[in-house]
């Protein structure tokens, strides 16, 4: 009896409810009982297209059903939603004006990686222990941090409405727009990396606004630990001193002021009228040489750098790779690089015909049913 047939099967069992008998999956699934059973048995193998519908009808993965593994190029997506007033719920209105760079974000990494980019580590679900692994004044080069330290890739580009987590395979990748309120793409990130740190991309549906709060509860103890802000003298605090906080911690007056409403925290007088300024007002104002914040110089920097499109080296460095192969279209770099086509320098077709087939590629789709059906055959599960 074939191993992998018998471990399909068992596969399909783990994921039955306990109240769905064989029966009414065969019936679902369109099959015969009979055939169902002999295929959970390890007597037959299932079809490429009874795989599927069996998949559909459990809520899994047609990959992990067949392979037992985790696809290596499957997305998950989270975004951070906004809250709508008039409907009392978080939303993300934006959502369909993104998808279009949500897939060419995905088909980059997919033609960079065709096996499936290298994972990132397993962050803590604690904030603390993530923040300690981030290490001191992270916040500074917060983006560069989490790539070096975490392997979690940090993507700017403009034009996309709000931040996105996604995992492609185990790879974690983190989309922000491009703003120059440093402060609020540091909130951002640490938002999304929540995300990726709960495990909000690990179901079987798309996370949603039931993670925002969890997610935000994350971000605020990552960037605003209790011991932190509770080792400030808040009722002598001036002005001055606020500044010097918001420069260090990277964050805005108004998620401040949530967090010392959430600590049960009252501040002086001169800080709780400073927290209603603008965040790069406010700093700016103190930013004359200041030995904490230095000269506004270097809030321009901060500025410059989160407004600025960037994508990780990472992806950048195996695009040009696999272009510099011949493997894929030179369009994939070129937009990574945000350059015209023109100018990449990619391997020409030989004389003896090599395909150009290459270079005209569409974005890269998964396999059709036929060839999956052929890598069933060659992996023990013949299709039927």
């Known amino acids: 009896m074939d191993k992998e047939l018998l471990a399909a099967g068992e596969r399909i069992r783990s994921r039955m409810p306990s109240e769905m008998s064989q029966r009414t999956l065969a019936d679902l699934a369109g099959m015969k009982p009979d055939a169902l059973s002999r295929g959970l048995n390890g007597q037959r193998g299932f079809s490429s297209m009874e795989l599927a519908r069996i998949a559909d009808v459990l809520g899994v993965e047609l990959y992990w059903l067949v392979t037992g593994?985790?696809?290596?190029?499957?997305?998950?997506?989270?975004?951070?939603?906004?809250?709508?007033?008039?409907?009392?719920?978080?939303?993300n209105p934006g959502r369909a004006r993104d998808e279009a760079l949500l897939e060419q974000v995905a088909a980059a990494y997919n033609a960079?990686?065709?096996?499936?980019?290298?994972?990132?580590?397993?962050?803590?679900?604690?904030?603390?222990?993530?923040r300690a692994e981030l290490g001191e004044d992270f916040v500074e080069n917060f983006g560069e941090v989490v790539e070096t330290r975490l392997g979690v890739d940090v993507i700017r580009l403009p034009r996309i409405t709000t931040s996105y987590s996604l995992t492609i395979g185990?790879?974690?990748?983190?989309?922000?727009?491009?703003?120059?309120?440093?402060?609020?793409?540091?909130?951002?990130?640490?938002?999304e990396l929540?995300?990726?740190?709960?495990?909000?991309?690990?179901?079987?549906?798309?996370p949603g606004e039931g993670d925002e709060r969890p997610a935000d509860d994350y971000a605020a103890q990552l960037l605003l630990p209790e011991k932190l802000v509770e080792q400030e003298n808040w009722h002598e605090m001036d002005e001055r001193g606020l500044a010097r906080f918001l420069w260090q911690t990277g964050v805005?007056?108004?998620?401040?002021?949530?967090?010392?409403?959430?600590?049960?925290?009252?501040?002086?007088?001169?800080?709780?009228?400073?927290?209603?300024?603008?965040?790069?007002?406010?700093?700016r104002a103190h930013a004359t040489g200041d030995r904490m914040i230095g000269d506004r110089r270097y809030v321009t920097l901060r500025q410059q750098a989160s407004s600025a499109r960037e994508l990780p080296s990472l992806l950048v460095e195996a695009l040009q790779r696999r272009v510099e192969q011949g493997a894929i279209s030179p369009e994939y770099l070129a937009w990574?690089?945000?350059?015209?086509?023109?100018?990449?320098?990619?391997?020409?077709?030989?004389?003896?015909?090599?395909?150009?087939?290459?270079?005209?590629?569409a974005l890269e789709s998964r396999p059709s049913q036929t060839a999956l059906g052929d890598w069933l055959a060659t992996n023990g599960l013949p299709a039927q």
């Open 69 to 91: 593994e985790q696809d290596p190029r499957r997305v998950r997506i989270a975004a951070r939603h906004s809250w709508d007033v008039d409907r009392g719920v978080r939303a």
């Open 170 to 191: 185990t790879r974690g990748i983190v989309m922000l727009a491009t703003t120059s309120n440093w402060f609020w793409s540091n909130w951002s990130l640490a938002h």
């Open 194 to 206: 929540a995300h990726l740190a709960l495990g909000h991309h690990g179901g079987s549906a798309e």
């Open 252 to 283: 805005s007056t108004k998620a401040l002021k949530k967090r010392l409403a959430v600590l049960r925290i009252q501040p002086s007088t001169e800080v709780a009228s400073a927290l209603k300024q603008s965040t790069p007002a406010l700093i």
């Open 112 to 130: 960079a990686f065709p096996a499936g980019p290298p994972p990132s580590r397993q962050l803590p679900e604690i904030p603390a222990d993530l």
């Open 336 to 361: 990574a690089l945000d350059v015209p086509v023109d100018e990449i320098d990619f391997p020409e077709p030989d004389d003896a015909g090599e395909s150009t087939a290459v270079y005209q590629q």
